[in-house]
């Protein structure tokens, strides 16, 4: 029976090549090398002279950088074409899409302000070649949810404590607790422990008690809630180096060889079939009841 050709066997070949060329160490090398010469080249133009003097010369490398990006990402999108979807789930590809695309838009092009701030997230593209600083920002982005709660339960010692330093220093320290927002002020700066000491001779010309106040203050704010910002932040980090880890496992599945091609990868499928059909049928008996064909030669050999 002839088996159909199967489908997409261009898309197929067109994903192989470009994935074999992505996958090359000199293709990173090439992109990583770009990418710093695109932020090299941003902060020659905050240079007044410099950018007065080698505006056309500059202008021609962020055309030139733009184009090898533009062919970066044609490349990545070719080396998905067999499977598009799995383009669009990961995260870094969706990245790198929207910060090089959006040079071409229109508006943003016009918009000087926005296209130095996205010529700025170039930068951050780096993280793709460089696998320890793409696992801090995975984890910087888990971290979030853990740092707004967080900050709520922060925002809360600090109102209470600038409420309880308005009512006992106002009169005599209206400089740092004249208001509220001036004692959550000072004890936001007070939080590095740094003008603690000056803090507490202060306090101790008004009350004695003050140094029960400051105490506090830095045993809760400075050491307990500190501790479990890094505690919220460890654990982001172990999340991140298991993502980091099963998306390494998924690009290593393996997969057809690129240079067989579908066609030999249907071949090998019917070659291995027939082989057990062959062995089934050895091991079963003539219909007349004497051994098979395949046994007969076997037992004539011996």
Not at 262 to 289: C, H, K, M, Q, Y
């Amino acid at each position: 029976m002839r088996v159909p050709r199967p489908a997409g066997r261009g898309r197929m070949k067109l994903a192989a090549r470009c994935r074999v060329a992505t996958e090359a160490p000199a293709f990173g090398m090439v992109v990583f090398c770009v990418i710093l010469l695109n932020a090299a080249l941003m902060g020659v133009e905050t240079y007044s002279g410099l950018a007065a003097d080698y505006q056309r010369l500059l202008r021609t490398a962020e055309q030139c950088c733009l184009a090898l990006f533009s062919l970066e990402m044609l490349l990545r999108v070719g080396a998905f074409a067999d499977r598009p979807k799995a383009f669009f789930r990961d995260p870094w590809n969706l990245f790198d899409l929207a910060v090089v695309a959006s040079a071409f838009v229109p508006f943003v092009r016009e918009n000087t302000t926005l296209l130095r701030l996205l010529r700025l997230a170039r930068v951050l593209r780096t993280a793709r070649f460089l696998p320890h600083l793409r696992i801090l920002l995975i984890a910087v982005g888990r971290s979030l949810p853990g740092t707004a709660s967080f900050l709520f339960v922060g925002g809360l010692v600090l109102y209470v404590y600038a409420m309880v330093g308005w009512v006992c220093f106002a009169e005599s320290d209206p400089g740092h607790y004249g208001s509220v927002g001036r004692a959550m002020l000072t004890l936001f700066l007070l939080t590095t422990l740094d003008g603690l000491t000056d803090a507490v001779r202060a306090g101790l010309q008004i009350s004695r008690l003050s140094i029960v106040y400051y105490a506090s203050y830095a045993l809760l704010a400075s050491f307990v809630l500190v501790n479990v910002l890094i505690g919220v932040v460890l654990n982001s980090l172990d999340e991140a180096r298991e993502i980091e880890d099963a998306a390494n496992r998924d690009r290593k599945q393996p997969g057809p060889p690129p240079a067989a091609g579908p066609d030999g990868d249907v071949r090998d499928r019917i070659a291995t079939a027939r082989r057990a059909l062959d062995e089934i049928e050895a091991s079963l008996p003539a219909p007349d009841g004497r051994p098979s064909r395949h046994l007969e030669t076997s037992h004539s050999g011996s």
